[in-house]
C-alpha cells in the first residue's frame, strides 16, 4: 500500500478537525448522522455560531483549495473533491445567499 503523502496527511487532518469543529456547532446535523453524544445539546447554536462557521468554511475552503489537487489519488482525490463541494455548498447558503 502506498504512503499518503504531506498533502494527504493534511487534508485528513483538516477534514477531520473541519468535522469536529461543525458538529460541535450544529449537533443536530451530527445527531441526523447517528451521533448520538450530540442528542443532548440539540438547538442551542445562535447567530454568533453561524457567524463563526461561516469564517471558519471560508478559512478551511482556502488551507483545502491550497493543497495541490494533483497530490491526490483514488479515495483521497474523492474524498477532497467531495469536502470541496460540500464546503462551496455550505459557503454559499450561509453567506451569499
Known sequence: MKRANRSVIAFRSLARDFLARSNERF???ASRLGLAGFNARLGKNDATTH???TKDVAATMETL???????????DWL???GLLSMLRVDRMFSRDL
Open 27 to 29: 449537533p443536530e446535523n
Open 79 to 81: 474524498d477532497r473533491r
Open 65 to 75: 483549495e491550497s493543497l495541490p489537487a494533483s497530490d491526490f489519488e483514488g479515495d
Open 51 to 53: 457567524l463563526l462557521h
